[in-house]
């Protein structure tokens, strides 16, 4: 059975008069997953839209200006429709819900088509940029990212690299990143090697343990099936039968990425991600990644995806902080 044909068997929109609607979800599971704890979702999407929604039974009204309950019910069709991808609905999800309809964007299954499947849970591309990206990442040997933080470049990546090697399609993840400190001096660290890089990977562990568990990773970490490599480390290897992620690479000068992007071996993905706006070098000029884009980008073998603002799927706070950086950049340049 098709997702449409569940969608339809699902959902009731009645139409009231033209500043309300009525909306009945006739899966009791997937109507409160739609609402929420405390009907938080409910009250932000009300505010998303600008509208007054009330909820009682499996019923849930709308009211409000006829364009913002088109949306509303767009809205709806698309959380449904995620509902039944992934059993859940997540806070994201109800930005992204509006955010879709807003911009003109259809909110049906094609807004789902790059699904990576993981033991926890099921990731969905949240725009168009991070759809595209997914399928670089499946379909290219070497893809590299660039845009601002919460954009998804580090996520997406670990979901595709540990899912392959779930599949047994590799042997190894390795993860790897420039060592060097966001701003501050961090001193001596002590332990052995891993637990001096640890730190440094924190949100590349993040998101192993929110998508596979603490206890899989930790022990895959162990077997070496998911290794941990400070770049300055990877010279002189051949990566083969592996998934390899540079993470931070606009601290890495254009040599260390030449030198990852080297690597490369028999039936392995490489994937350099970096975010040219948060360079923490002394010398912001040594940074690689820019250049190392502009020097590669007419190899058509290397996908090469460049995300903004408005593929954030963070709080939408973050979205707006990082454009109003980017007004105060332009500014002082000007």
Same mark, same amino acid.
């Given at each position: 059975m098709s997702e449409i044909s569940k969608l339809d068997q699902n959902l009731i929109i009645k139409k009231i008069d033209n500043e309300t609607v009525n909306v009945q979800i006739t899966n009791n599971e997937m109507l409160m997953s739609i609402v929420g704890q405390f009907d938080q979702n409910l009250k932000e999407l009300s505010k998303l839209t600008d509208t007054n929604i009330f909820f009682r039974g499996n019923s849930i009204t709308c009211k409000g200006k006829r364009?913002?309950? /088109? !949306?509303?019910?767009?809205?709806i069709k698309f959380l449904i429709n995620k509902y039944f991808l992934t059993k859940v609905i997540e806070k994201e999800d109800i930005v992204? /819900? !509006?955010k879709k309809n807003i911009e003109f964007e259809k909110s049906n299954i094609k807004t789902f088509k790059q699904l990576i499947k993981t033991p926890r849970k099921s990731v969905i591309a949240r725009s168009e940029k991070q759809s595209e990206y997914i399928k670089a990442l499946k379909e290219n040997d070497i893809t590299m990212s660039l845009g601002p933080a919460g954009t998804g470049k580090s996520f997406l990546a670990v979901s595709v690299a540990v899912t392959l090697l779930m599949e047994k399609k590799i042997e190894r993840v390795i993860l790897s990143?420039?060592?060097v400190e966001a701003g501050e001096k961090l001193g001596f660290l002590p332990g052995d090697m891993k637990e001096k890089?640890?730190?440094y990977l924190r949100p590349l562990y993040d998101a192993l343990y929110e998508l596979f568990g603490a206890e899989k990773i930790d022990k895959k970490i162990e077997t070496g099936e998911i290794e941990i490599a400070p770049l300055a480390f990877m010279r002189?290897?051949?990566?083969?039968?592996c998934f390899a992620i540079l993470d931070e690479a606009q601290n890495a000068t254009e040599t260390q990425i030449k030198m990852f992007l080297t690597r490369?071996?028999?039936?392995?993905?490489?994937v350099v991600n970096g975010d040219p706006s948060?360079?923490?070098l002394i010398n912001k000029s040594q940074s690689g990644l820019i250049k190392s884009r502009n020097i590669l980008e007419d190899l058509k073998e290397i996908k090469i995806i460049e995300f903004d603002h408005t593929d954030v799927v963070r709080h939408p706070l973050v979205s707006k902080i990082i454009r109003a950086y980017q007004k105060?950049?332009?500014?002082?340049k000007n």
């Open positions: 364009e913002d309950i /088109s !949306v509303f019910c767009e809205a992204l /819900s !509006v990143r420039p060592a890089v640890d730190p002189g290897r051949t990566l083969k039968n490369i071996g028999e039936n392995s993905k490489l948060q360079i923490d105060k950049s332009t500014d002082d």
